[in-house]
């Protein structure tokens, strides 16, 4: 049994593209846990996914040995490499669940960013040791100095304590391993106690079952143990024990303090709930661990299978998705326009994307998307309040007396220069200016309240453009507040597809209309009839386009002679295009569900 004094859990958090999956390949490698033949770029990045956008999605983690030169000592080091994005903030906290420490990375060229500053109160919030790092110092315009004082001020972390790396060359890892082995606390915990263990993460293994990866807190498992899953219940038997070296090896036993994973031959995916505590079936344990409080769902919009998927392959698919990726939910939904789908639940527009793509890539099946929308509160003339995630469960507004919209309160961090750029950009987006705070004579951080609704789609992308890619945001839900709002109908060829509604600010539905079934004109093929394309609030139509028809030449053989010939021809080619709108069906494409978010020229 490993000395629990000699062991080390941390996680690696900053903000996106600060050089966090650098830092634990430079960590790998100098700890020779994986040959130099097999080292590359994103080790512990296995998706393939991650790779070709060039971010983590999922947490990684690896078990390294590091022979420290103070001591003389072999400690173990249980990393996880985690997502800098706002939209995996959970995944985030799930990864601190099972540390005691942090390292803190900042980009010595952009300084202190949104998430920067999320993560550290989430880490001060875990109470971990945190040890702030200045990476990429070997970069020509980095400032590093002014980095750290830029720490001090935004966080109150001393600028003394701070490490100035360069995760790509590996100039200052000896002083980081040094503080690594110094600074962050052993983990704590009785291996001889009843076995509290906390299932973090999991993942569907088609041969073995759910692989539940785990932190043990107290006691010790051992492959043949039988254990029990407390929120299911349910008893299995264990068949494999192991750890990440990166790679997965079987090892005799996990004991307290220690971080690997376990394999039971579950089959049922909802037996395993990720934040369950797993012990002994024999010698259970008291209390549950606390688990991880549920995630809050920001962005919904529907799937759909598309024209070679079933809708239980869709489920199936979803299911096993969930198993990974607990931040996300599911439950049936019916559309007149496409039939039996889902409604999906999602912390952010990335994270939704990212949820699509695995579905397709990793089940090999087709999904149709609808437009993603906010959930919203409706308090009905009765008093009673109720929550929608989808325009169509809107009750008729002659019982409703108030909606309510969620609201966030927004930082956005960018260089100074760029405070009018964005003050206008907040200004169409009904974001009500909180405060300015200075972080440098050239950084300053704005802080806004919006709608969660106006910044869902392209506000990072504009704010992007706005400050020459310097802008940061990060945001949190602070409730809901009542909006003059209303449902904004979309009718093709006479019928109302509710997966097109969308609620929007009534001072912005006229111009909104329009703009959509502009768009929508070009989305839409033509077809051998005519579409009327309309926008409508109730029952008053506040825009109107048509896509016009194919048609045939009916008139081609007609080589002179009397005109009421030709015209007889077309009185009966019109006549069956009337017969086919009546009965024809209007393919609407991915594309034109997507035209919904797109605010385009309305501004």
């Given at each position: 049994m490993f000395d629990r004094r000699l062991i080390r859990n941390f996680s690696i958090i900053a903000h996106i593209d600060h050089g966090k999956s650098t830092l634990a390949d430079r960590i790998l490698v100098a700890t020779a846990a994986v040959p130099s033949r097999e080292m590359r770029a994103q080790f512990l990045d296995d998706m393939d996914l991650e790779r070709e956008m060039g971010i983590t999605i999922k947490a990684n983690r690896a078990t390294v040995f590091h022979a420290s030169p103070l001591d003389g000592q072999t400690y173990m080091l249980n990393l996880i490499d985690t997502p800098g994005h706002v939209d995996?903030?959970?995944?985030?906290?799930?990864?601190?669940?099972?540390?005691?420490?942090?390292?803190?990375?900042?980009d010595a060229s952009?300084?202190?960013?949104?998430?920067?500053?999320?993560?550290?109160?989430?880490?001060?919030?875990?109470?971990?040791?945190?040890?702030?790092?200045?990476?990429k110092i070997?970069?020509?315009?980095?400032?590093?100095?002014?980095?750290?004082?830029?720490?001090?001020?935004?966080?109150?972390?001393?600028?003394?304590?701070a490490i100035f790396t360069s995760a790509k060359t590996g100039i200052g890892m000896d002083q980081l391993f040094q503080s690594i082995v110094t600074k962050i606390p052993p983990p704590t915990g009785n291996p001889e106690a009843p076995l509290q263990a906390l299932v973090y993460d999991a993942k569907m293994d088609v041969h073995r079952g759910v692989i539940c990866h785990l932190r043990v807190m107290e006691g010790s498992l051992c492959r043949g143990d039988k254990i029990l899953l407390m929120a299911a219940g349910r008893t299995y038997n264990v068949t494999e024990v192991g750890k990440f070296n990166p790679k997965s090896r079987i090892v005799d036993f996990l004991a307290a303090g220690e971080v690997g994973y376990m394999v039971a031959g579950i089959k049922t995916l909802h037996d395993v709930n990720i934040g369950d505590t797993l012990t002994l079936d024999n010698r259970r344990t008291e209390t549950p661990l606390p688990g991880y409080h549920p995630p809050q769902r920001m962005v919904y919009c529907d799937f759909y299978p598309g024209p070679m998927t079933e809708s239980p392959a869709l489920r199936e698919a979803l299911e096993r998705l969930w198993l990974n990726d607990s931040s996300f939910s599911f439950e049936p939904v019916h559309s007149n326009a496409l039939g039996f789908g889902f409604r999906c639940g999602f912390l952010g527009l990335l994270h939704m994307k990212i949820i699509q793509e695995r579905l397709?890539?990793?089940?090999?099946?087709?999904?149709?998307?609808?437009?993603?929308?906010?959930?919203?509160?409706?308090?009905?003339?009765d008093g009673e309040v109720i929550e929608i995630d989808s325009p169509?469960?809107?009750?008729?507004?002659?019982?409703?007396e108030e909606i309510r919209e969620p609201m966030i309160d927004a930082s956005l961090i960018m260089p100074a220069d760029g405070i009018g750029a964005i003050m206008k950009i907040a200004e169409e987006r009904r974001g009500l200016y909180k405060k300015t705070e200075y972080l440098s004579p050239q950084r300053v951080m704005l802080t806004y309240r919006f709608p969660l609704a106006e910044i869902i789609y392209d506000f990072y992308d504009r704010l992007k453009a706005a400050t020459r890619g310097y802008g940061t945001m990060d945001y949190e839900l602070i409730g809901y507040e009542t909006g003059d709002l209303c449902k904004l109908d979309i009718l093709v060829n006479g019928v109302a597809v509710d997966a097109l509604s969308i609620i929007v600010h009534r001072s912005k539905a006229d111009r909104r209309g329009r703009s959509l079934i502009r768009r929508l004109k070009t989305e839409i093929s033509r077809h051998l009839f005519e579409i009327p394309l309309q926008a409508a609030i109730g029952n008053?139509?506040?825009?109107?386009?048509?896509?016009?028809?194919?048609?045939k030449n009916?008139?081609?053989?007609?080589?002179?002679?009397?005109?009421?010939?030709?015209?007889?021809?077309?009185?009966?080619?019109?006549e069956g295009k009337k017969r086919m709108k009546m009965v024809g069906q209007v393919t609407i494409p991915q594309e034109a569900f997507m035209a919904v978010l797109d605010p385009g020229d309305e501004n």
């Amino acid at each position: 049994m490993f000395d629990r004094r000699l062991i080390r859990n941390f996680s690696i958090i900053a903000h996106i593209d600060h050089g966090k999956s650098t830092l634990a390949d430079r960590i790998l490698v100098a700890t020779a846990a994986v040959p130099s033949r097999e080292m590359r770029a994103q080790f512990l990045d296995d998706m393939d996914l991650e790779r070709e956008m060039g971010i983590t999605i999922k947490a990684n983690r690896a078990t390294v040995f590091h022979a420290s030169p103070l001591d003389g000592q072999t400690y173990m080091l249980n990393l996880i490499d985690t997502p800098g994005h706002v939209d995996f903030h959970y995944e985030v906290s799930r990864a601190l669940a099972a540390c005691e420490g942090v390292l803190l990375l900042v980009d010595a060229s952009q300084g202190v960013q949104a998430q920067t500053v999320a993560n550290a109160y989430l880490a001060i919030e875990h109470n971990l040791e945190i040890i702030p790092v200045i990476n990429k110092i070997d970069l020509p315009h980095a400032q590093p100095e002014d980095v750290a004082l830029e720490l001090e001020h935004v966080l109150g972390i001393p600028a003394e304590q701070a490490i100035f790396t360069s995760a790509k060359t590996g100039i200052g890892m000896d002083q980081l391993f040094q503080s690594i082995v110094t600074k962050i606390p052993p983990p704590t915990g009785n291996p001889e106690a009843p076995l509290q263990a906390l299932v973090y993460d999991a993942k569907m293994d088609v041969h073995r079952g759910v692989i539940c990866h785990l932190r043990v807190m107290e006691g010790s498992l051992c492959r043949g143990d039988k254990i029990l899953l407390m929120a299911a219940g349910r008893t299995y038997n264990v068949t494999e024990v192991g750890k990440f070296n990166p790679k997965s090896r079987i090892v005799d036993f996990l004991a307290a303090g220690e971080v690997g994973y376990m394999v039971a031959g579950i089959k049922t995916l909802h037996d395993v709930n990720i934040g369950d505590t797993l012990t002994l079936d024999n010698r259970r344990t008291e209390t549950p661990l606390p688990g991880y409080h549920p995630p809050q769902r920001m962005v919904y919009c529907d799937f759909y299978p598309g024209p070679m998927t079933e809708s239980p392959a869709l489920r199936e698919a979803l299911e096993r998705l969930w198993l990974n990726d607990s931040s996300f939910s599911f439950e049936p939904v019916h559309s007149n326009a496409l039939g039996f789908g889902f409604r999906c639940g999602f912390l952010g527009l990335l994270h939704m994307k990212i949820i699509q793509e695995r579905l397709e890539r990793e089940n090999d099946i087709d999904v149709v998307q609808t437009a993603p929308t906010v959930n919203y509160q409706v308090l009905k003339k009765d008093g009673e309040v109720i929550e929608i995630d989808s325009p169509s469960e809107l009750p008729d507004m002659s019982v409703v007396e108030e909606i309510r919209e969620p609201m966030i309160d927004a930082s956005l961090i960018m260089p100074a220069d760029g405070i009018g750029a964005i003050m206008k950009i907040a200004e169409e987006r009904r974001g009500l200016y909180k405060k300015t705070e200075y972080l440098s004579p050239q950084r300053v951080m704005l802080t806004y309240r919006f709608p969660l609704a106006e910044i869902i789609y392209d506000f990072y992308d504009r704010l992007k453009a706005a400050t020459r890619g310097y802008g940061t945001m990060d945001y949190e839900l602070i409730g809901y507040e009542t909006g003059d709002l209303c449902k904004l109908d979309i009718l093709v060829n006479g019928v109302a597809v509710d997966a097109l509604s969308i609620i929007v600010h009534r001072s912005k539905a006229d111009r909104r209309g329009r703009s959509l079934i502009r768009r929508l004109k070009t989305e839409i093929s033509r077809h051998l009839f005519e579409i009327p394309l309309q926008a409508a609030i109730g029952n008053r139509i506040i825009a109107r386009e048509s896509i016009k028809p194919l048609r045939k030449n009916v008139t081609a053989k007609c080589y002179g002679g009397d005109v009421t010939r030709k015209r007889k021809l077309l009185e009966k080619q019109k006549e069956g295009k009337k017969r086919m709108k009546m009965v024809g069906q209007v393919t609407i494409p991915q594309e034109a569900f997507m035209a919904v978010l797109d605010p385009g020229d309305e501004n």
